[in-house]
């Protein structure tokens, strides 16, 4: 006694049987050719269709990537943190640093007074490897201890040693008499 599966499966074998007695199906093709009958030239168009909807989709996909990218990479150059008090103007005398933290407490940061009394602030990690570098007036330079890597005081470009990049920099105003962090350069 054969269980129903059996049966359709002889029944389809039957089917093809006959088919390839009429010429419909070559003797090599496999039996599923029967239930989805599609011929060589069907089977081209529904790669071809397949392969043109990928394309698509993957063109969509790319798109929505670029945008998306498009969009971070603005909010990445937007300044980050909220205005923060640092200390008062006249605290802080020409050829002088004070280390404060911004935009959070766990970031080390470099307030300066160059020798013209213009005012710069930087993050106080080396771009190098993130050791804190401090500015020492003396040799008009930003200094990493690390790796001895220099930056420029005014614009905190590395201008010697391993670091290849500027330190990060954080927008000051005066206001008031107060000296105020606005935000990281990103
Ligand atoms: S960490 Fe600053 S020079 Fe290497």
Known sequence: ????????????????????????YAESEPFWKEEFPLTSAGEEYVQRR????YLLG????FAVGAVGAAAWANLQSANEGEPQAIIADDRIAPSSEYLFNYPTDK?????????????RAF?????????????????ERIFCPCHHGVFEPSTGDATAGPPERPLQKIDIEVRDGMIWAKGVQI
């Open 1 to 24: 006694m054969s269980t129903p599966e059996e049966r359709r499966a002889a029944e389809a074998a039957n089917r093809a049987k006959e088919r390839r007695r009429e010429g419909l």
């Open 50 to 53: 397949e392969f043109t909807r």
């Open 58 to 61: 993957a063109s969509a996909a």
């Open 107 to 119: 970031d080390p940061a470099l307030l300066i007074r160059l020798p013209d009394g213009e005012l």
């Open 123 to 139: 993050s106080q990690k080396c771009t190098h490897l993130g050791c804190v570098v401090y500015y020492q007036p003396e040799h």
